[in-house]
Every structure is written in structure tokens, then in C-alpha cells.
């Protein structure tokens, strides 16, 4: 083939395909599995502190560490098997150990993470998941485990990937702490698709717990919500009131707007990521395969009646909060064409008192023009009968008598030289 330059990232996106495979778990085993996400924009989180945190784990077992900016791992500490994953906003260890307890669900199953190194996490827990996987027995051995190592009413059971394995859980958080899982292998089930089930079952346990973060922040939008609600319809019933102020409304309307705009920014991400939690949710069980164990409750039938009620709530809280938002946008542009209206009408009402004053100002300047002739011709009068006194010797007429004839050429002239300066 002849040479070409490869896009820079070809081979690490191919590569990340298959960076993740599924652990391969010969029954009978247990795994410990543990989910951790920082507080706060965990998204935007440190990232160093997670590896840094996996790096700690690693140097107690002398193991060597993974490549910089690595997101996942997988590798033997002691005599268990690790395998870790960075998320977008939590990582996950789990630990996989050959052969199983006399006492199911030990805490001391739990013991592979030394308990000052959980003290020294990052984060904080989401949530932890204890497995046991033993080979399939009789379905009444099934049956009595059951009932012993869950609550019964909250107890999903199913057969998986076509009878390889029945998987069973409550979802209930025990004693010790951990969610419990059991899978009980058939005889011809390998020890990848073990692991698979195993795999499936954490990230469903993972993503319903970080997908139910969006229902606690659901119920705690609530109360905002319904004030900001009320506020909003009392603002938009005084709209119609002759007495209400535009101005002063408008204000408050704006002011709900901006704190709706807030809680919508805030809530963007968590209900974003509820949405894709618990789409991944449906799709690891749909992966699974279920088949009813004896008239049980399946993992979809224990997620339909448990779970969907609970998105429900969260979809129902953001398109409240959308509603609402737009709602007040609408009735702020009501209300600010409504003051634009108030104001426009407020202009004209201007714009006919200054054309009054115009008229006011234009009689008043012609009754001053009227004025500025007669005191202009008075002056003239004066000085051009001056001028003409002299003739009284020659002509025999009186001063009067002469100011008398120049009085009215006079002010006539003064009248037309007025008006030609004006009209300039």
C-alpha cells in the first residue's frame, strides 16, 4: 500500500472500541464493585485525582501503574483481579475474586479496598455492589437462597442471555452498606459471558443510582418551582388591572425570568444526564436477554413499577421548568408591548402639547414682530424728523406737520425691510 499519513487520533479511537473488554469470571466467584464521583460539576472535575487515587491502590499490591491520562485498567493485585473505568463524571473499581464464601455476602468480601483508602477517595460514594456467582443448582436450592438473601418484595428474577445464567437482586441497600446480586451460572456458561452478566448488572445498578441524582434534584426544584409559579400567576392577573404599574410589573416579571433562566441553567446538565442514564439503564437489561424465572418479577417489570415513575418525574420537572420559563417570556414581551403602547401614547400626547406651544410661541412671536416694528418706526420717525426739521424755515410748515407726512412712509418701510429679513 502506498504510504499515507494517518489522521492523528485514528489508532486511539480505534483503539477505544476495544479498550473495555468484559471480565471473564469461572464460577464460582465474587466481585466487589464500588462507583465513586466527586462532588460538585463532577464533569468538569480533576481527573489526576482519580489516577492518582487507582496509583495508591495499585503501589499496596507493588503493581505496575497504568500510562498517563489512562481512563481504564485492568490488571491482577494479589490474588484478585482489578479492573477500573474512568466516566464522565464517576470511576468505578471492581475486583473479582476465585471461589465463594460459606456466608453469602460477607462484608468482609469487601475487605480488598482497605478502608483508609476509601477514607482518602476523591469522592464520595454512589453506590457498591456485592455479587456472588455459583453454579446453577435446583430451582428450590434457587429458591431457598432467595429467600434468605433478599426482601422479597423487592426481589427481580430472571433467566439471562437464553438460560445462561439466573440473575437475582433487590436493589436494597443491606447492612453493610452494598446492593446485593446473585447469579447462579449453568453448567455450559463460559467465563466471559459470566462476566458479562456480572458487567451488566453493576452498570445497572451505576446508572440507576447516578440517574436517580436527577429525581433528588427533581424534588428539590419542586418547591422553588411552585413558588415561582405562584409569583408568575399573580404577576400575569395584575397585568390586566387599570391600576397596575407597567414599569414596576415588568421589573418583577423580569426578575422571574432571570431566576427561571438560573434554575434552568443549573439543571441543564443533571437532567441531561438523567436522560442518557436511563436510556443506558433499558439498554443493558434489554442486552440481557430476560426470560421469567418461576412467575417472578424481572429486572424490566421491577424498573417499569420502581424506576420509570421516578424519570417520570424528573421529565415531567424539566418540562415544567421550560413551560414556565417560556410562559414568562411571553408575558414579559405582553407586558413590554403594553408599556411600549403606554409610552407611544405618552409621545403623541407630547408631540401635541409641544405642536400647542408651537402655535402659543408662533402668535406669541408675531405679536412680537407686531411690537418690534411700531418701537423700530418710533425711532425712525424721530430721527428722520429730526433730519427734516431744517425745512420748517423753508417751507413754513411746523414740525408737526412735517413729522406728520414722514410718519407713515416711515413705518412702511420699516414694515417691509422686517419682513425681508425674516423671510431670509
Not at 481512563?71 to 464517576?90: A, R
Not at 427481580?156 to 442471555?161: I, K, N, P
Not at 417499569?304 to 421516578?310: D, G, I, S
Request: glycine residues 6%.
Amino acid at each position: 500500500m502506498p504510504p499515507i499519513d494517518d489522521h492523528p487520533q485514528r489508532y486511539k479511537l480505534a483503539n477505544e472500541l476495544h479498550a473495555r473488554p468484559f471480565p471473564a469470571m469461572a464460577s464460582p466467584c465474587t466481585a466487589a464493585y464500588i462507583a465513586i464521583k466527586q462532588s460538585g460539576p463532577s464533569a468538569t472535575r480533576d481527573r489526576s485525582l482519580d489516577l492518582a487515587h487507582l496509583t495508591n491502590l495499585l503501589d499496596r499490591h507493588g503493581v505496575a501503574h497504568p500510562q498517563p491520562g489512562a481512563t481504564h485498567y485492568y490488571g491482577q493485585i494479589g490474588k484478585h483481579w482489578l479492573k477500573w473505568e474512568q466516566h464522565t463524571e464517576f470511576v468505578t473499581y471492581t475486583v473479582f475474586s476465585e471461589g465463594v464464601r460459606k456466608h453469602a455476602f460477607d462484608a468482609a468480601e469487601f475487605e480488598v479496598f482497605p478502608s483508609d483508602w476509601l477514607a482518602a477517595s476523591p469522592g464520595q460514594r454512589v453506590t457498591s455492589v456485592l455479587l456472588r456467582i455459583e453454579n446453577e443448582s435446583d430451582q428450590d436450592q434457587i429458591t431457598t437462597n432467595l429467600r434468605d438473601w433478599f426482601v422479597p418484595e423487592s426481589l427481580a428474577v430472571s433467566s439471562m442471555l437464553d438460560g445462561a445464567a439466573v440473575s437475582a437482586g433487590d436493589f436494597r441497600i443491606d447492612s453493610n452498606g452494598h446492593i446485593r446480586f446473585a447469579v447462579f451460572a449453568a453448567s455450559h456458561t463460559g467465563a466471559r459471558r459470566v462476566g458479562r452478566i456480572v458487567q451488566r448488572l453493576c452498570e445497572v445498578e451505576t446508572y440507576k443510582a447516578m440517574s436517580m441524582l436527577g429525581f433528588g434534584h427533581a424534588q428539590t426544584l419542586g418547591p422553588k418551582l411552585n413558588a415561582l409559579d405562584r409569583q408568575l400567576t399573580d404577576l400575569m392577573g395584575t397585568m390586566s388591572h387599570e391600576t397596575a404599574v407597567p414599569e414596576e410589573t415588568l421589573h418583577a416579571l423580569l426578575s422571574i425570568s432571570s431566576e427561571l433562566e438560573s434554575l434552568s441553567a443549573q439543571g441543564s446538565f443533571r437532567f441531561g444526564a438523567t436522560g442518557a442514564y436511563e436510556a443506558i439503564v433499558g439498554q443493558r437489561i434489554e442486552a440481557l436477554r430476560e426470560e421469567r424465572f418461576m412467575g417472578r418479577q424481572s429486572f424490566g417489570e421491577f424498573m417499569m413499577r420502581r424506576y420509570e415513575p421516578a424519570m417520570r418525574t424528573v421529565q415531567s420537572a424539566q418540562r415544567r421548568l421550560d413551560a414556565m420559563s417560556q410562559r414568562s417570556i411571553r408575558a414579559s414581551n405582553l407586558l413590554r408591548t403594553r408599556v411600549d403602547v403606554d409610552r407611544t401614547a405618552q409621545n403623541q400626547a407630547l408631540l401635541e402639547s409641544l405642536d400647542g406651544r408651537a402655535d402659543q410661541q408662533l402668535k406669541l412671536q408675531r405679536t412680537v414682530e407686531g411690537l418690534s416694528v411700531v418701537a423700530v418706526s418710533y425711532y425712525a420717525v424721530s430721527l428722520v424728523s429730526y433730519a427734516l426739521y431744517p425745512l420748517t424755515e423753508v417751507t413754513g410748515l411746523s414740525k408737526g406737520t412735517i413729522t406728520a407726512f414722514v410718519t407713515v412712509p416711515v413705518i412702511a418701510l420699516v414694515w417691509v425691510v422686517l419682513r425681508r429679513i425674516q423671510r431670509r
